[in-house]
């Protein structure tokens, strides 16, 4: 049954995403007409807009199929996501355990869970995801935290530590963490503070 319900709230997101996608991308670009636009990276779509959705939408279900099934809940959702995105605009990338690590701490009350995914490659793919459970019978304050790959502002290598909200906006919270995972534990406890 919770399966279920999770393939319909991931069909049903992917849906709306691929609307937009589609109407920001093509109806008002010009580009359109030439064909120049570039794929849309799954692991962009999954890390800023998918995963999110999935934790505000219903943080308590998605901390117990976390819970229950470890890394292999992650990439089962990865991989569900890129089999409902399977279209022209999207680039999809199929991952497996070995590609990603889970980790839940106690964390306060409640607790995090640290997610290490695989090694970016591009700006503004994650290092990690932090998913802030504060208490689990109070799921209107969950976090959703990322370390990005970024460069400075003379082109070196870098990272930001960030979050979106529930209502879609995003703030940096941080620079310069070190992509390790005691760094980002850290980084994550520190800005729960």
């Given amino acids: 049954m919770q399966d279920i319900r999770l393939t319909i709230a991931i069909v049903a997101v992917c849906t709306?995403?691929?609307?937009?996608?589609?109407?920001i991308f093509f109806e008002q670009s010009e580009e359109r007409q030439v064909g120049t636009i570039s794929k849309i990276r799954h692991r962009i779509a999954f890390e800023h807009h998918y995963f999110k959705l999935l934790l505000f939408d219903d943080p308590y279900y998605l901390f117990q199929r976390?819970?229950?099934?470890?890394?292999?809940?992650?990439v089962s959702i990865w991989n569900n996501i890129g089999?409902?995105?399977?279209?022209?605009?999207?680039?999809?990338?199929?991952l497996h355990n070995r590609d990603m690590t889970l980790l839940i701490h106690p964390h306060n009350d409640g607790y995090i869970a640290l997610i290490k995914m695989p090694k970016p490659l591009y700006l503004s793919e994650c290092y990690y995801i932090g998913l802030i459970f504060p208490r689990l019978n109070t799921?209107?304050?969950?976090?959703?935290?990322?370390?990005?790959?970024?460069?400075?502002?003379?082109?070196?290598?870098?990272?930001?530590?960030?979050?979106?909200s529930k209502k879609g906006h995003y703030i940096n919270l941080a620079r310069d963490i070190a992509p390790r995972t005691d760094a980002f534990l850290q980084a994550l406890v520190t800005s729960d503070q």
């Fill in 16 to 23: 709306v995403i691929a609307l937009l996608i589609y109407i």
């Fill in 66 to 74: 976390l819970s229950d099934y470890e890394t292999s809940a992650v």
């Fill in 83 to 94: 089999a409902n995105l399977s279209h022209e605009l999207i680039s999809v990338e199929e």
């Fill in 139 to 164: 799921i209107e304050n969950v976090r959703y935290i990322m370390l990005l790959k970024e460069e400075d502002e003379q082109g070196r290598a870098s990272t930001v530590l960030g979050e979106w």
